[in-house]
């Protein structure tokens, strides 16, 4: 069982910068792949990052892709999304996301993922 909390969001301006954190539970999180997904109103779920575990590689939504980074601690059980030049369009709830041994690669499909954090809110103002 892996438990995982999601925090940094909140309000902030178009072209601002953001970092969540997600901490999870466990001692086995390095085998765990991490992604990142968002949901906005009334949209479906949508993939935003995954790092994989093992050689850690990285996906990134072609939405995102030069302005967010994500990152792992596996000393720290941490997951980071760093999120730089912030639109309008980002708003959503930003969802942390656990899949234990998910091939490289397919990190990017939300059903390969078994645990889910609550979420944490991210606006960003025009």
């Known amino acids: 069982q892996v438990q995982l909390a999601e925090s940094g969001g909140g309000l902030v301006q178009a072209g601002g910068s953001l970092r969540l954190s997600c901490a999870a539970s466990?001692?086995?999180?390095?085998?765990?792949?991490m992604g990142w997904f968002r949901q906005a109103p009334r949209k479906e779920r949508e993939f935003v990052a995954a790092v994989s575990w093992g050689a850690g590689r990285t996906d990134y939504a072609d939405s995102v892709k030069g302005r967010f980074t994500i990152s792992r601690d596996n000393a720290k059980n941490t997951v980071y999304l760093q999120m730089n030049s912030l639109k309008p369009e980002d708003t959503a709830v930003y969802y942390c996301?656990?899949?234990?041994?998910?091939?490289?690669?397919?990190?990017?499909?939300?059903?390969?993922?078994?645990?889910w954090g609550q979420g944490t809110q991210v606006t960003v103002s025009s």
């Open positions: 466990g001692r086995t999180f390095s085998s765990y792949a």
């Open positions: 996301a656990a899949g234990y041994k998910t091939p490289p690669g397919r990190g990017t499909n939300k059903d390969e993922y078994t645990y």
